[in-house]
């Protein structure tokens, strides 16, 4: 059976997680420490990190988005975040009314 476009975005976004939770030397490889969240913010969410603006910024975004306080962030606490970002993107195209056929644009 083939994949859905939903189900290739999931496997795309789990594929994304590990590969930055992979990044560093850290015996942890199913969280993301603080260098590796900024990686992720920076690369993969660059619209996200203009609505935090100030990179000092970055630290407070972390422990918000760290939501049991262990200093990482594991799959469940970047869904969470991922929700959010999912949210400003669809904010921003219905601002843009691109319309269903439409693809938000974060410039
Ligand atoms: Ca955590």
């Known amino acids: 059976m083939?994949?859905?476009k939903l189900e290739q975005c999931a496997d795309d976004y789990i594929d994304i997680f590990q590969e930055f939770a992979r990044q560093s030397k850290d015996t942890?490889?199913?969280?993301?420490?603080?260098?590796?969240?900024?990686?992720?913010?920076?690369?993969?969410?660059?619209?996200?990190?203009?609505?935090?603006?100030?990179?000092?910024?970055?630290?407070?975004f972390f422990a918000k988005v760290d939501a049991n306080k262990d200093g990482?962030?594991?799959?469940?606490?970047?869904?969470?975040?991922?929700?959010e970002f999912l949210l400003l993107c669809h904010e921003k195209l219905v601002q843009h009314e691109g319309g269903p056929h439409g693809h938000p644009h974060c410039h």
């Open 28 to 60: 942890e490889t199913d969280t993301l420490n603080k260098t590796e969240f900024k990686n992720l913010i920076e690369q993969q969410m660059p619209c996200f990190l203009k609505q935090v603006r100030d990179p000092k910024a970055l630290n407070q």
């Open 2 to 4: 083939s994949r859905t």
């Open 72 to 83: 990482k962030i594991d799959f469940v606490e970047c869904t969470k975040l991922l929700s």
